[in-house]
């Protein structure tokens, strides 16, 4: 399992994205998770993956392939739309060609990606690919989108986060929400690739890696700790519950 997040905010985008993949209890490994495709100057793209490790990194590789040949591909549609549907084509693909077969059978190929970036032309735009390759598109109402084990993460989120939070609270929001998650699930770890685009920029992406060494991460949550157990202590008791 995995979680990510990715936010269309009135000042840019943000990406974030933990590393961890298991298959049983005794193999752990880290893989990467945020895969990026640009052309500086004209468009930066980043694609978010959760699910079957196989499939998404199959559709990862596919979409590569095909930037380098005449097709319609990430580096050469006119939108984010346009390359919304063409991740959507490539899940629809891969799943297709694997899933067959007797020695297949039980085995989940789904996998759920997060497309997001800004193409010249157009402002920023974020999308959430399903694994039946159909999609829907962040909005100033909903301005974010989970993938993975996104339930524990999910609380802080939806009190903090509207479509004007700014791009560095909207990061310790994530982070925050990365905390909630690793601490409740053992399928979420460190470390997280988090990555911030302000608009309108189209600047080479640098990504950014937290990891358990990394002393922010480890003090606003810390802070964050302290001070939920704070609030709670100063709560008033229900007059009603005698005990």
Partial sequence: MTYCVAMALQDGLLFASDSRTNAGVDHIATFRKMHIFETPGERTLVLLSAGNLATTQSVISLLRTRCGSDLPNLLNVANLFAAAELVGQAVREVIARDSGGEMTQGIDFSCSILLGGQISGEAPRLFNVYAAGNFIEATEDTPYFQIGESKYGKPILDRVVRYDTRLKEAMKCTLISFDSTIRSN??????????????????????????????????????????????????????????
């Fill in 186 to 243: 053992l399928s979420v770890g460190l470390p997280i690739d988090v990555l911030s685009y302000r608009k309108d920029t189209f600047t080479p992406a640098r990504p950014y890696r937290v990891t358990e060494s990394d002393p922010y991460f480890n003090n606003i949550r810390q802070i964050w700790g302290a001070g939920l157990r704070h609030v709670f202590s100063e709560l008033e008791d229900a007059a009603w519950f005698e005990q």
